[in-house]
Every structure is written in structure tokens, then in C-alpha cells.
């Protein structure tokens, strides 16, 4: 991976951490999210009209991913009213890269190496021990629910997106 791709990883990694830690701490979640997905609303209007439009194979995947981001915004919105972002956003996102990583090799016939699959599970693992003791506390089986659907939502569209784009023709055209 070179220097520029890692570094747009990092910053989006970043960027999601700190718009769930507002959607956790903000008075009005439902709002937030509300302006979460304005700002990409804007910024897909901005992508479609600078890029080519993406190719008609890729529209069902497009259509995929805007249902499959409902729920995970609905699940992400229930997730936080019930649980910590301590515990919610560890889960989510520890268990993603491992269903994305199962669901790719299930549904696209990637296969990755045995290094691959030892990164990605020690990553997951540390994530998912950002949790704490979740798993043996007080914490409500609810929570812990509603954290794992939000991860296998995380999981399901960046997997539809990844098959989609890669129809596409144009990655910023899809994204936008």
C-alpha cells in the first residue's frame, strides 16, 4: 500500500471515530446523524457531477448499499441510546473486518493469505478488547446485540461497495 492510500485509511478511520463519539455525545442523536448524512449528501452531489457516472452493473450494488446504510444508521442510532461508545464502537467495528474479509472470500472468491488473515484478526482482537470486559459485566445482552448488527451492517456495505465499485467503472463516480 503506498504512502497516500494509507494515510486516506487513516483519515477516515479517523473521521469515523469522531463522528460516532458525536452521535454518543450529543443531546439530539437522531439530528446528528441527520447532519452526518447531509454532509454526504453534499459531498456525493459534489463527486457525481465532477466524475463519470458509474456503470449500469454497478446500480444494483449502489441501491444495495443506500438500504444496508439505513440500518446501519438506525442500528448505530439504537446502539448508542442503549449502550456506551466505550463498548458499542468496539464491537461494531472489531468485528467488521473480519466478516468483510469472510463475506469477500464467500462472495467475490477473494482468498487471502495466511498473513492476511493473522493481521486481520489481531486488529479485530484489539479492537474488540477496547471493549473491556463487555462480555462479562453487567452490560445488557441488548447492547451487546444491537452492537454486533451494527458490525455486520459495517461489514455488509463496505462489502457491497467494494463488489460495486468494482463494476463501476469510475470509484469517485460510484462514491458520489
Given at each position: 500500500?503506498n504512502?497516500?492510500a494509507?494515510?486516506?485509511?487513516?483519515f477516515?478511520?479517523?473521521?469515523h471515530?469522531l463522528?460516532n463519539?458525536f452521535?454518543?455525545?450529543?443531546d439530539?442523536?437522531?439530528a446528528?446523524?441527520g447532519?452526518?448524512a447531509?454532509g454526504h449528501v453534499f459531498?456525493?452531489i459534489?463527486?457525481a457531477?465532477?466524475?463519470?457516472f458509474?456503470a449500469a452493473e454497478s446500480?444494483?450494488?449502489?441501491?444495495?448499499?443506500?438500504?444496508?446504510?439505513?440500518?446501519y444508521?438506525y442500528l448505530?442510532?439504537?446502539?448508542?441510546?442503549?449502550?456506551?461508545l466505550?463498548?458499542?464502537?468496539?464491537?461494531a467495528?472489531?468485528m467488521?473486518?473480519?466478516l468483510?474479509a469472510?463475506?469477500?472470500q464467500v462472495?467475490?472468491?477473494e482468498?487471502?493469505p495466511?498473513?492476511?488473515w493473522?493481521g486481520?484478526?489481531i486488529?479485530s482482537?484489539?479492537?474488540f478488547?477496547?471493549?473491556?470486559?463487555?462480555?462479562?459485566?453487567?452490560?445488557?445482552?441488548l447492547?451487546v446485540l444491537?452492537a454486533?448488527?451494527?458490525?455486520v451492517?459495517i461489514?455488509s456495505?463496505?462489502?457491497?461497495?467494494g463488489?460495486g465499485?468494482?463494476?463501476?467503472g469510475?470509484s469517485?463516480?460510484?462514491?458520489?
Open positions: 500500500m504512502f497516500d494509507f494515510a486516506i485509511v487513516l477516515a478511520a479517523l473521521l471515530a463522528w463519539a452521535v454518543k455525545a450529543a439530539d442523536r437522531f446528528i446523524l447532519l452526518i447531509s459531498l456525493g459534489a463527486l457531477i465532477q466524475n463519470p458509474p446500480w444494483p450494488f449502489i441501491a444495495g448499499s443506500t438500504v444496508i446504510h439505513f440500518g444508521y448505530l442510532y439504537h446502539s448508542y441510546r442503549l449502550g456506551d466505550s463498548q458499542v464502537y468496539p464491537i467495528r472489531g467488521a473486518p473480519v468483510v469472510l463475506g469477500a462472495f467475490a472468491g482468498s487471502l495466511p498473513a492476511a493473522a486481520i484478526l486488529a482482537l484489539g479492537i478488547m477496547m471493549a473491556g470486559d463487555i462480555f462479562r459485566s453487567e452490560t445488557p445482552p447492547v444491537s454486533l448488527a451494527t458490525g451492517m461489514a456495505y463496505s462489502l457491497v461497495d463488489m465499485v468494482r463494476l463501476a469510475t469517485l463516480g460510484y462514491i458520489g
